[in-house]
């Protein structure tokens, strides 16, 4: 396993999580890492990608709410959740990729709810 992710959780509307996706090999060996999300009964789909130069894009969705990292020197990648919203539920995968192939971690749930 590549990467493994941590931090989801339950929490009210409105507040945050930091999800966490340790790099079990070099995290400069990939050119764009990134979180993806599955809600149920919909198709997994990009949340925050970050290049190796810390070029960031955010899905509309969460612009202004969500803020990707990555810390090369303990190899691993963030994604800090702030005023979150029920919509903001499903299952979140980070990503990795390198001109050699791309890498998933396992989902960790995040669930938004009163």
């Known amino acids: 396993v590549q990467l493994q992710a941590s931090g989801g959780g339950l929490v009210q509307p409105g507040g945050s999580l930091r999800l966490s996706c340790a790099v079990t090999k070099s995290i400069d060996s990939y050119n764009f890492m990134g979180w993806y999300r599955q809600a149920p009964g919909k198709q997994r789909q990009p949340v925050a990608l970050i290049s190796n130069m810390n070029s960031v894009n955010y899905a509309d969705s969460v612009k202004g709410r969500f803020t990707i990292s990555r810390d090369n020197a303990k190899g691993t990648l963030y994604l800090q959740m702030d005023n979150l919203k029920p919509e903001d539920t499903a299952v979140y995968y980070c990503?990795?990729?390198?001109?050699?192939?791309?890498?998933w971690g396992q989902g960790t749930q995040v669930t938004v709810s009163s």
């Open positions: 990503y990795a990729w390198a001109p050699s192939g791309a890498d």
